[in-house]
Each structure stands twice: as structure tokens, then as C-alpha cells.
């Protein structure tokens, strides 16, 4: 296990490249369980989520070569093979995601249970609610969901609450169910976007993408396509919280900046400059002196849950009170704990935290508990006095690529050291 070793107090300045967006790039992965053949996939990020569904993606017979963010796939069409084992998904939620597409194409699926994780309970049944009414014998048989259906049949499905994965499970289903189906209270994210841009490309007839109501014609076959998979606003915005906080001048590129608006406008609302160069560029300039500001995250387009900690990191040393309440996962602020343990002054009462800012943090050891939780602490860390070794960094390799090279290239002092 690797652990970062932290100096702070460093300015951040020059220029960075975002990296493909691991939540666009993993639905997108398992789409060519769709159609047999070749695929050649471009942008895709070198983490250790990505490697994981390409190895479950192996387990079902689809050959990949992954070099340089590119990964050229072969489906061999063994439609003998539908389990999704426990090792794998255990490790990555998003492995769900081979659920609908397995279905579809190959009759039967075998997906181990997700289970919950850090932060919360986050059950499936939304995913499994949707096939059964699109036609699907579906169970739970020793920790496996199973389902069987000969040919999924289109359907009206009116989601319960908005769910991305959820969204795109029964999206991808849809494309080879015989008929239409209409998926209302659908997630609009970005990313649930270029899936659909992709699943089009492969022949599939979809409208309504990146609104609630997804409307799906399905069709007999689909065929094998290349692809460039988005940027990651995750990142980006991780990237202009960090400077935000410990000051500097940086330009993102390749960033998209599009869909970024909710947390350009928090940004912007703390007192730092951005710059829309163009469509994919985005300058910020800050002095390190940050206002309050609250945030309340929501589906897209509101504030992003996945942007929570980081936003919260940089509020800890703010000039005021700022309130962040998180509407989606019921316990996403295990960095809260960590965050006081450097001197930070939150409260937590229920969805909420009351953040008022103090003069400075201090660097401690801390522990990073879930993906986005170790990007907040890595940002607490650029701006704490002193060194912070954030361990189990493992959690942010899972979602950033080569961030420790990224910042220090800007002028950070990250070190990656083996952990005991
Ligand atoms: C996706 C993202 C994750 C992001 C999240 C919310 C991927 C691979 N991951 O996760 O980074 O934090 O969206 O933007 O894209 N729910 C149910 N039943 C279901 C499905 C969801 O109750 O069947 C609940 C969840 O517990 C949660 C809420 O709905 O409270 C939203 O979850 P969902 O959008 O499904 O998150 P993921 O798709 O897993």
C-alpha cells in the first residue's frame, strides 16, 4: 500500500492536461459486451478502475491491449459467459454495469452484489426493478444477481430516485429490447451523454440524452465502434478547487468545461477569477484568500456529490461560515473526522456540515477512506503547514490518474512512499 507524503504551503502555477473521465470511460467498456468485433477506445485513463473492468471484461471473453490511454477490444461473441465473480466486483461497484448489457446480448446474467461501501448502503434495486419489468426472470441467488430473459421487452420505467449507473444499465438493456422503452426521472449527467453518443455510434436509436426522459427504440443488432471518451469534470474540478485553495495561477486543458458550470460558479463565488478561454481550456487565478460558500449537491446539473470533500477541504480555511449538504449518499463525510484531526472546525449535524474557517491546518498522519474523500484530504494537505501523510492512497489511484505527478508539475510537493 502506497501513502503520500505531503508538504504544504506551496503555490500552484502553469499548466495541466485533465485525463479521460473514468465515469464515462467504465459504462462505455462494457457497452462492447453489446456487439461482437473490434473496438478501438480513445481517452480512456490509466486507474485502477478502469484496469479492474478490463479484467472483468476478459473474464468474458473480450480480448483488450490497453497502451497509452488507448484499448483496442476484441469480442469473440462467447455468449457461454455471464458471471460477474464477487473478486472483481467487490473491488468496483461500477461492475454492475455489465448487468444490462450481458442480458441483452447474451440472454443470461451473473453479477455479484455490489454491497455497500464507505459511503452508504447504495443497493441496485432500481437496476433490478427496471428488467424485470422489461421481462426478465430476475433473483438473488447466494450473493448473485441472476436474470434470464430470451429478449427483453421495451417498456415505460419510472425511476424512484435519479440513478446514473442505474440510468445506464437499463439504457444499454434497452438498445436490443424488442420495442421501445421510455426511462423517466433518467440521471442527465455527462456521462450518461456520451454513452448514449456511443451507443449511437454502434447503431443504437436513442433520443432525449442528457434530459430526464431517455426514449430508447430497440434494435435487432448492434455493430462494434471507435470512440474518444470526454475529459473528466471530476478531475478538472478537483484541480481548480486545489488551486483555489493554496493559490496560484493554472491553466486546464482539456478540460469540459460545458458541464462544469455548477462548480466554476462555487469557485467563482469564493472570490477566485476563472476564464473560460474556450471550450475545452479554463484559467484560474487565486490569491488563497477564500470567501464562505455554501453548496448543496444534487444530480447534475446541480453540485456534484463527487466534488463534496474537495469543496469542503478548501471551506476549512475560509473567512467565514459556509453550510455543505449532501442530498445523495447518506454517509459521505468520512473526511470530516480526518479534516479536524488538522484543525479544521466542522460540525456535523444529520446531511449537513457547518465548516467555519480557521487561519490554518496542520499537518497530520490521515487516513483516505473513499475515492473522493482522499481528494479532499490531498487538497487539506497542499494547503496544511507542515507534512501530511494521507495513507490508503490507494482509494484516489481508483479515480486519478497520476494526480501526484499532475500537481508537482505545478509546483506541489508529493511524495509516494510504501506504506507499512
Ligand atoms: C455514480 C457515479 C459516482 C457518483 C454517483 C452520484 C459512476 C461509475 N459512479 O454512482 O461517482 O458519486 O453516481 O452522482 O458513474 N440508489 C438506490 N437504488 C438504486 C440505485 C441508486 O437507492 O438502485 C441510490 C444510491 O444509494 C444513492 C443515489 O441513489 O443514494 C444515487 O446513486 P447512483 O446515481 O446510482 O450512484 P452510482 O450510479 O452508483
Redesign the pocket.
Known amino acids: 500500500m502506497d501513502k503520500f507524503v505531503i508538504n504544504g504551503g506551496k503555490q500552484l502555477n502553469g499548466r495541466i492536461k485533465i485525463s479521460g473521465a473514468?465515469?464515462s470511460a467504465?459504462?462505455i467498456l462494457t457497452a462492447t459486451i453489446l456487439a461482437d468485433g473490434d473496438y478501438s477506445l480513445g481517452n480512456i485513463p490509466n486507474l485502477m478502475?478502469v484496469r479492474t473492468m478490463l479484467k472483468l471484461l476478459g473474464v468474458l471473453d473480450i480480448k483488450y491491449n490497453f497502451s497509452e490511454n488507448s484499448v483496442h477490444l476484441k469480442n469473440l461473441g462467447n455468449n457461454e459467459l455471464y458471471t460477474a465473480p464477487y473478486e472483481l466486483v467487490k473491488t468496483m461497484?461500477?461492475s454492475?454495469?455489465v448487468l444490462g448489457p450481458l442480458l441483452a446480448r447474451r440472454g443470461f446474467a451473473k453479477v455479484s452484489l455490489p454491497g455497500g461501501c464507505a459511503?452508504?448502503?447504495?443497493?441496485?434495486?432500481?437496476?433490478?426493478?427496471a428488467l424485470a419489468q422489461m421481462g426478465a426472470k430476475i433473483d438473488i441467488e447466494h450473493g448473485y444477481i441472476v436474470a434470464e430473459a430470451a429478449r427483453l421487452k421495451g417498456c415505460e420505467v419510472y425511476f424512484?430516485?435519479?440513478?446514473?449507473?442505474?440510468?445506464?444499465n437499463i439504457m444499454m438493456a434497452a438498445t436490443l429490447a424488442e420495442g421501445e422503452t421510455v426511462l423517466y426521472n433518467a440521471?442527465q449527467?455527462p456521462?450518461v451523454v456520451d454513452l448514449a453518443k456511443f451507443l449511437k455510434k454502434m447503431g443504437a436509436k436513442i433520443t432525449g440524452e442528457g434530459t430526464n426522459v431517455i426514449t430508447i427504440k430497440g434494435v435487432s443488432e448492434l455493430r462494434p465502434a471507435d470512440y474518444i471518451v470526454m475529459p473528466d469534470r471530476?478531475e478538472a474540478g478537483t484541480v481548480l478547487c486545489a488551486v483555489a485553495a493554496t493559490g496560484g495561477d493554472v491553466v486546464l486543458e482539456d478540460a469540459p468545461v460545458d458541464c462544469m458550470k455548477a462548480t466554476i460558479d462555487k469557485i467563482i463565488e469564493t472570490g477566485c477569477k476563472v476564464d473560460i478561454v474556450n471550450s475545452s481550456t479554463l484559467r484560474i487565478v487565486s490569491n488563497g484568500k477564500l470567501r464562505s460558500a455554501d453548496v448543496v449537491t444534487q444530480?447534475?446539473p446541480g453540485f456534484?456529490?463527487?466534488m463534496q470533500a474537495q469543496f469542503m477541504a478548501i471551506m476549512t480555511r475560509s473567512q467565514g461560515i459556509s453550510v455543505i449538504t449532501e442530498n445523495?449518499?447518506?454517509n459521505r463525510f468520512m473526511h470530516v473526522s480526518e479534516l479536524k484531526r488538522m484543525g479544521a472546525d466542522i460540525r456535523l449535524k444529520d446531511r449537513s456540515a457547518v465548516i467555519r474557517g480557521v487561519e490554518k491546518l496542520s499537518g497530520a498522519d490521515i487516513m483516505a477512506s473513499d475515492?473522493?474523500a482522499s481528494a479532499g484530504l490531498v487538497i487539506a494537505g497542499l494547503i496544511a503547514e507542515g507534512t501530511t501523510n494521507i495513507h490508503r492512497i490507494y482509494h484516489l489511484d481508483r479515480?486519478y490518474e497520476n494526480f501526484d505527478i499532475k500537481l508537482n508539475n505545478l509546483g506541489a510537493d508529493i511524495r509516494r512512499e510504501k506504506d507499512e
Open positions: 473514468k465515469n467504465l459504462p478502475d461497484r461500477a454492475v454495469l459511503i452508504g448502503e447504495r443497493p441496485v434495486d432500481q437496476h433490478m426493478k424512484d430516485m435519479v440513478t446514473v449507473t442505474g440510468t445506464e440521471a449527467e456521462e471530476i444530480p447534475y456534484a456529490t463527487d445523495i449518499f447518506e475515492l473522493r479515480g
